[in-house]
C-alpha cells in the first residue's frame, strides 16, 4: 500500500474533518474512496458510452412510424415571409 501526501489549506481540512466525522468516516477514507472511483471511471469515451446506454434503456417506447414524414418536415407555409 502508498502513502501519499496532500497539501490543503486549514479551513478546507477542518472542514473536511468535520464532513468526515458526520458520516462516521476519516478524511483518508473519503479520499481513498474518491481515488478509487477516479481510478476506475477509464476514458472520457467509456463514460459516455457508459451514459449513452444508461439514457437508452430509459427509453420506454419508441417508434420510427410515428416521426414526420420527410414532405411534412419540409413543408413552409404559404405567405409568410422570407428574413
Not at 12 to 26: F, G, H, P, V
Not at 60 to 70: G, M, V, Y
Amino acid at each position: 500500500m502508498k502513502n501519499i501526501t496532500v497539501s490543503l489549506d486549514d479551513e478546507l481540512y477542518r472542514r473536511a474533518r468535520i464532513r468526515a466525522a458526520q458520516e462516521d468516516t476519516s478524511v483518508s477514507a473519503v479520499v481513498r474512496r474518491f481515488l478509487i472511483e477516479f481510478a476506475s471511471e477509464g476514458t472520457e469515451f467509456d463514460r459516455l458510452k457508459r451514459q449513452e446506454q444508461d439514457l437508452r434503456a430509459q427509453i420506454q417506447e419508441f417508434c420510427a412510424s410515428d416521426r414526420l414524414s420527410r414532405q411534412s418536415v419540409h413543408e413552409r407555409q404559404i405567405g409568410r415571409k422570407k428574413r
